[in-house]
Each structure stands twice: as C-alpha cells, then as structure tokens.
C-alpha cells in the first residue's frame, strides 16, 4: 500500500468565506510522484503536468488535483462527502500503484475535449429528452462528468453510430471511484 496515512482538512475556500461548497485535502506522508504517470494511463480526462509534478481530473462536478504530497477535492456538497471523496481517491491510488505492473506509464498531457467539440458529435436537436434544456448543455455536461452518453437517447437511435463512437473516445468517463 503506498498511502498508509495522511492528515485530513477540510474547509471552505478562503475567498468564498461561508460558501456552502467545501475544499479538502489529504496531507500525505509519502511522495506519490511516481504514481502520477500511472494515473494518467487510466483516468480518461486527466490532464498531466509533468514540470509540475501534477495531475489534474474532474469527476462528477469535482475538481481533483494529485501532487507529490497532497491530494486536494474543490467544490465538494458538504464535509461527509469530502471526506469520503478523499478515501475514495487514496483507495484509488493505492489500486493503481499496486496494478502498476500492469500499466504503461503515460508522461504525455492530455488536454480535456471542449464542449463544442462534444456539441458537434451531438444530434443538435434541442429535443430536451436528456432533461436538458439544449444539447450544448447537455455537451458542457459531458465534459465535466456530470452526465453519461447513456442520457441522451437519441445517440442510440441507428443515424447516429458513427458519432456515437466518436464520442466514446472523446469524453470524459469518470468511473466510480471505489472505497
Ligand atoms: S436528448 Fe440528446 S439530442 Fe435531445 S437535447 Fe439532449 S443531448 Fe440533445
């Protein structure tokens, strides 16, 4: 296991104070360099900073960031899901560095598809069956993980394969993150 033990903190931004969104992060007592390129591997929209020492990914409306000693969560609802969002984030560590035999280390930086470019592979037609009230929102969702290509019904329908697949490579697939 790589992280064994780390200290908690949770709070609300410094420059929103009595924001009822929280930040956390988890001080650890190990450096998790090494691990980083391993990440990039298998998180699908994570973007690496190599001279930073950095990995950045966004799941579910959270922005998540990995440095050499801390792993930090933004925009978390309330301090029961911080902290779960952190152990749910040092478990996935540890998974990963213990699979790392397994995995080709990625060094590259990936950048994150904007949301035009998800909105073209869209059927633009601003039907609303996603519960969306366009399909660009629906796009800018996508991106940032808060929706699944499962929600819009009509990428299944036949006409629509081939950008179906085009956004499967394309978007961001947050999986679960288990504890
Ligand atoms: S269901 Fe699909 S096509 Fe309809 S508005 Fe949502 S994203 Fe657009």
């Excluded at 650890?28 to 699908?44: Q, W």
């Excluded at 966004?58 to 000693?69: E, V």
């Excluded at 869209?122 to 629906?138: A, D, H, S, V």
């Excluded at 019904?153 to 179906?164: G, I, R, T």
Aim: hydrophobic fraction near 40%.
């Amino acid at each position: 296991m790589l992280i064994e033990d780390y200290e908690l903190e949770v709070s609300t931004p410094p420059c929103e104070p009595g924001a009822e969104r929280f930040s956390a992060i988890a001080h650890l007592k190990v450096d998790i360099s090494e691990v980083l390129p391993y990440l990039n591997a298998t998180l699908r929209g994570a973007v690496y900073h190599k001279q930073a020492n950095a990995l950045t990914w966004t799941k579910g409306g959270h922005t998540i960031a990995f440095h050499a000693s801390e792993i930090a969560a933004s925009n978390v609802e309330d301090k029961d899901e911080a902290v779960k969002e952190l152990e749910g984030l040092i478990a996935l560590v540890n998974r990963t560095w213990e699979r790392r035999e397994k995995i080709t280390p990625d060094f590259e930086a990936h950048q994150r598809p904007t949301p035009m470019a998800v909105f073209k592979l869209l059927p633009q037609t601003n039907c609303k069956q996603c519960g969306e009230p366009t399909c660009y929102t629906f796009a800018l969702k996508l991106t940032v993980s808060q929706r699944k290509l499962e929600d819009c019904p009509v990428l299944f329908e036949p006409a629509y394969a081939d950008q179906l697949e085009a956004l499967r490579g394309l978007i961001i697939d947050a999986p679960a993150i288990g504890r």
